[in-house]
């Protein structure tokens, strides 16, 4: 049996970033949110801070780049909730060797992964308890690098953000028959944890005019609070003060 009203929200890389954003907006909004990712200290701080708040939320520990691991997740999280309503795919990540000239197999490999397989293996498992309930969203967090090719980002990581794309308007090309609609959320510069990984480190006055987490939770709590017959079918966002409109000694390499 669930609760009637109740609405259960999965976030893959809630431990920070823009995940971490999405679980304390959509917590504040009502949901139960489920927060998984690789670090469960910060997966629990997310969860006691939701908590702190009045909101409910628990944590699993999860590498999304393993497919049985994933199914077992969604299939935890509907035997004790009953239910998916929403599945936020927010975990990526890059590396710092990103160029032709000094890419790995291995970074390259670790980014579809991570980036892309990570992004079907979630969808996939929670596929049959939506299309059972007739309803449910799936909310996937590109890249601005999805939409546009640019040097910076390197190409595992554009080639998996435009694949991401693809994935989600597929999804709703086959899926929308059955209730269900995605999102795919394409911001620009975002100040997070992951500028660390880049081999310029943007400075904090640069990281000040880029988004802010709050503002993507801002947006991931808006797409799904919106009524079923609604497909926001993706969302292009980036800073005002753009960097890749202007040329700024950290951006150029």
């Keep these: 049996m669930t609760e009637i009203g109740k609405r259960v929200a999965w976030i893959t890389g ?16 009502g949901w139960t949110v489920v927060v998984s990712g690789r670090r469960k200290e910060a997966l629990d701080g997310v969860v006691a801070a939701i908590a702190k ?29 009953g239910r998916i309503d929403l599945l936020v795919n927010s975990a990526g990540v890059n590396v710092p060797r990103r160029r032709w000239d000094d890419m790995t197999l291995k970074g390259w ?4 992964e991570i980036n892309l397989n ?17 309803d449910g969203s799936i909310i996937n967090v590109s890249s601005w690098a999805g939409r546009h090719v640019s040097k910076m980002p390197g190409p ?4 998996t953000k435009h694949a991401v794309l693809a994935l989600t308007h597929s999804f709703n090309m086959d899926e929308c028959v059955n209730g269900l609609r995605a999102c795919c959320l394409m911001p620009g510069e975002v100040a997070t944890p992951i500028l660390q990984q880049r081999p310029v480190v943007p ?20 797409v799904a609070s919106l009524p079923p017959r609604v497909c926001v079918n993706e969302i292009l ?4 003060w753009n960097r890749g409109f202007i040329q700024t000694p950290s951006n150029r390499d």
């Design 118 to 134: 990570g992004v079907l293996y979630c969808m996939r498992a929670v596929l049959p308890t939506m299309r059972a309930q007739k």
């Design 237 to 240: 966002i980036s800073p005002t």
């Design 53 to 81: 708040n009045g909101g409910t939320a628990e944590a699993i520990a999860l590498d999304v780049a393993k497919a049985d691991a994933v199914q077992k997740a969604a299939d935890d999280i509907v035997a004790r909730h």
């Design 156 to 159: 595992a990581y554009t080639t």
């Design 109 to 112: 490999n670790q980014l579809v």
């Design 203 to 222: 400075s904090e006055e640069e990281q000040a005019k880029m988004l802010q987490g709050e503002d993507l939770g801002r947006t991931i709590a808006f």
């Design 14 to 29: 809630g431990g920070s970033g823009i995940g971490e954003a999405g679980a304390l907006a959509l917590a504040a909004d």
